[in-house]
Nanobody
Framework: QVQLAESGGGLVQPGGSLRLSCAAS????????MGWYRQVPGKQRELVGT???????DVSESVEGRFTISRDNAGSTVLLQMDSLKPEDTAVYYC????????????WGQGTQVTVSS
């Protein structure tokens, strides 16, 4: 059973930076995709970014140019570097993983709160 452990959330002022980390364990192989969603109360979960085992990355338009997603060489940890943070980035950020490209289901982390406020 794959487990995802997130860290790095917190409170930051507008214009500041945070780095989220998510470590996967329990998988017998390198997971095809790992990434991040975020959610604010009353709204649907929004995809923030994804990085595949081949190194292909994609981030949403709302964070492009400010957030960078990456994976470590072992492929088991995904990082989200968040710069130039805005109050509208405030949300609970959830790490996710897909075992294979054809997988219809995802694994989820427990979520970490990011609050951008002065």
């Amino acid at each position: 059973q794959v487990q995802l452990a997130e860290s790095g959330g917190g409170l930051v002022q507008p214009g500041g930076s945070l780095r989220l980390s998510c470590a996967a364990s329990g998988s017998p192989f390198i997971l095809y995709a790992m990434g991040w969603y975020r959610q604010v109360p009353g709204k649907q979960r929004e995809l923030v970014g994804t990085v595949t085992s081949g190194g292909t990355t994609d981030v949403s338009e709302s964070v492009e140019g400010r957030f960078t997603i990456s994976r470590d060489n072992a492929g088991s940890t995904v990082l989200l570097q968040m710069d130039s943070l805005k109050p509208e980035d405030t949300a609970v950020y959830y790490c996710y993983a897909k075992a294979r490209r054809s997988s219809s289901s995802k694994y989820w982390g427990q979520g970490t709160q990011v609050t951008v406020s002065s």
